[in-house]
């Protein structure tokens, strides 16, 4: 068993952040009402703070109906949680608000093409965040900044300083109430960010799931037509698209998996990029990522449950997709490591290059060099955790995922962070074949 100090472990919010739940707490336990939050009082105080009405089309009211009252029920959110959810759902609606008045003010947004999307996917935790990273310094290529899915309007540069400001100020802040998050995953307002949240203003979104446990909102969230969700997410990109002009847009999250249906009916052209990990070790990874972001928001965090949902949701919505992706034409998605990209980044980034046909310039090549060195300079510290902190096993994480195992050769032989080998020897002879090599790791991880 490996024996030292996992990232988990660590967690213990600072002095003031642990006063501030404490009077939570105790107003509670006093019997004190707390403001509930309700759908109807919140989409009108935001109507109120924007001086708007018109949310645009699609209806969003039900699923923030259910996304509240799961976490009324089931979150368990502390004095910090509910306030910053009720403070998120406002910034969500009153970004809504916002973008469908500029719309009407700026009728080109409506005639923005969204053509051949590049969506980078695969296991949580496993190079995608890196591999979006070095792909947008090519200036061929965009993706969404923080700043800009935080606060989308106007779509102009005016106030561009002071809307990268503030969002500078709330990362500052979330790093200050949860300081181990930082070893996990880079915060930062000009960072590219994963594209989930550009669905967000729809409530169908599995980014609250993320955030908060919210079991029954999950469930409901699961059996949803997400078309709706994803033309909302090509709106969102014609809005930003109309502020800054781009190529090829370079958009990622894992979560995209479990939609590809509807994502392909909105882009009917997009290409994809699946990135390959090991499931013994994106699962800890991910169980603990999870674990750590809904400790800034409840005292009541259980990280089996994490785990227990991170398996069942991404073994299955694994087998989804690798069906899916086998209707595709091949010449529309890459594979790629996740330790060709921790181990030579720039030659992932030329297969990738490669394999669409793409022109990679000596100029974007040197800037993604100029990256890699940086990113590796500027690490805070190890991201470390261990499946026996979730209650699971490598024996029950490669039984789960056994049928994607088998098909890219994926086995686990990171002695730090899980030296268990697999049940099926088979998977060895697969790996060698296809060329997939776990191999051990003493400084942390790629992030994403």
Not at 154 to 169: D, F, N, Y
Not at 242 to 248: I, N, P, Q, S
């Amino acid at each position: 068993m490996n024996t030292s100090v996992t990232t988990l472990r660590q967690i213990r919010p600072l002095l003031p952040v642990r006063l501030l739940n404490g009077c939570g707490a105790l107003l509670g336990e006093t019997r004190i009402p707390s403001a509930r939050a309700h759908a109807t009082d919140l989409i009108e105080t935001a109507k109120r703070r924007c001086r708007l009405d018109d949310f645009g089309e699609g209806e969003f009211f039900d699923a923030l109906s259910r996304l509240l009252e799961s976490c009324h029920s089931e979150a368990r959110l502390n004095l910090i949680g509910k306030v910053a959810l009720r403070t998120n759902i406002l910034q969500t609606l009153c970004s809504r608000l916002r973008m469908e008045r500029d719309r009407q003010l700026y009728p080109n947004i409506a005639q923005q093409k969204i053509q051949e999307p590049l969506f980078i996917v695969g296991l949580p935790r496993s190079g995608t965040t890196l591999l979006q990273t070095l792909l947008t310094v090519d200036q061929n290529h965009r993706s969404p900044l923080m700043w800009e899915v935080m606060m989308p309007s106007p779509p102009t540069r005016t106030g561009e300083k002071r809307r990268i400001h503030r969002a500078r100020q709330s990362c500052n802040f979330f790093n200050w109430l949860a300081p181990t998050f930082r070893y996990v995953h880079a915060v930062g307002a000009e960072l590219p960010q994963e594209c989930i949240g550009l669905m967000t203003p729809t409530f169908l979104s599995d980014q609250f799931d993320t955030m908060y446990y919210v079991p029954s909102y999950r469930a409901w969230f699961f059996r949803q037509d997400l078309r709706p969700a994803y033309q909302y997410h090509y709106r969102f990109l014609q809005h930003l698209q109309f502020r800054r002009a781009a190529h090829r847009w370079i958009l990622k999250a894992p979560t995209h998996m479990f939609a590809i249906p509807a994502l392909l009916s909105v882009y009917p052209d997009a290409l994809f990029v699946q990135t390959h990990r090991t499931p013994v070790d994106a699962m800890a990874s991910v169980s603990s990522l999870v674990t750590i972001l809904r400790s800034a928001f409840s005292n009541a965090v259980d990280p089996f449950i994490a785990c227990r949902e991170a398996i069942h949701y991404w073994s299955e919505t694994l087998q989804k997709f690798l069906h899916e992706r086998d209707q595709l034409p091949k010449n529309r998605i890459c594979d790629v490591d996740y330790h060709e990209i921790s181990r030579d980044p720039i030659a992932a980034v030329r297969r990738i290059y490669d394999r669409f046909g793409w022109s990679l310039s000596r100029e974007a090549e040197q800037r993604m060099r100029v990256l890699v060195t940086s990113h590796a300079q500027r690490q805070p510290g190890n991201h470390r955790y261990h499946l026996s902190d979730f209650g699971s096993s490598a024996e029950e994480v490669l039984g789960a995922f056994e049928a994607y195992c088998t098909r890219f050769g994926l086995v686990s032989f990171d002695g730090e962070k899980d030296s268990s080998a697999p049940r099926n020897s088979s998977l060895s002879q697969v790996q060698r074949r296809s060329g997939f090599v776990s191999l051990t790791r003493n400084n942390g991880e790629v992030a994403g």
